[in-house]
């Protein structure tokens, strides 16, 4: 493996962060930039926003929040200088809703994200994402280390460390729900009753309201289908990352337990960060806004 492992001070860095207040709003930035971005035949939606002189922060959404998730995050960034780019990604975009579940392999994921950032003549720029999100970064961050200064992954730990995770601890428990997102039922069975079962997960009716429209989940669950089938260790294999990472986990997350995130440490080879934010769930973005945007903005300080 390239540059070997880093010494073990440097992999083991832990802080708990306080969460911060979960309520507080923030009106949407007066220098928002809507944009629908051309990568090959599909058409993403994209908010751009912050200082103009910023450094650039792309930020990727999970499951199944589109990248609304982090309208608590973004101003917090720009007040630390930062500027953002935060897209509906592959099956959230109206635009990018491709037939057919093989159109969402992982590698399409990562290549979307690279194209997007090559139409908007981004070099490079700091890296955020949560829960798939978290997957896709990861995946860039190991795959493409010359485009991105810095790693900050939410909930979702590095792909080698949840398979450690799968054979040491209770995650394989934890992820059995993905079973029921692969079903060839799972749209009615996840918005039965008004979106039951995702309302129960800790999703919002207000962000349920997308999801809602005919089709529209379809895509966003094709990312199971594609990835989470089949030989998925291959599927999902990742080499280590290179760049400076921070991992932080809530300890109320019920789906992603603390050894695939703190087990990410393995396969980080530069600076890594551990932090555990007390008492928040698996929702990082929506719950614990102020912690991650800190997190965020102090990796991005860190070369």
Sequence with gaps: MVGGAPSADRRNRVCRARPGPVDVAYPEPVDTQQRAVQVGEHTFDTRISGPEDGKWVLLLHGFPVNGSCYDTVVPRLHESGLRTIVFDQRGYSPGARPDGVDAYRLELLVDDAIGLLDALGV???????????????????????????GLVAASTGHPSAMRDALESSDQRERSLYIK????DDAEEKLLADDGAVLRAAGVTAEELLPLTEPGALTGPLNWYR??????????????????????????????????????????A??????????????????HAGAALASEIALRSTVF
């Excluded at 080879?269 to 929506?286: A, K, M, N, T």
Aim: with cysteine.
């Design 269 to 286: 080879y530069s600076d890594f960060r551990f932090c555990e934010l007390p008492g928040v769930d698996h929702w990082i973005p929506q």
């Design 180 to 183: 029921d997102f692969v079903a």
């Design 123 to 149: 070099q490079y720029s700091m890296l955020v994402g949560h829960d798939w999100g978290g997957i896709v970064a990861w995946h860039l961050a190991g795959k493409h280390p010359d485009r991105f200064t």
């Design 226 to 267: 594609a990835n989470f089938t089949g030989d998925i260790a291959t599927k999902l294999a990742c080499p280590p990352v290179e760049i400076p990472t921070t991992m932080v986990w809530g300890d109320a997350d019920d789906s992603l337990g603390r050894e695939q995130a703190q087990l990410s440490g393995r396969y």
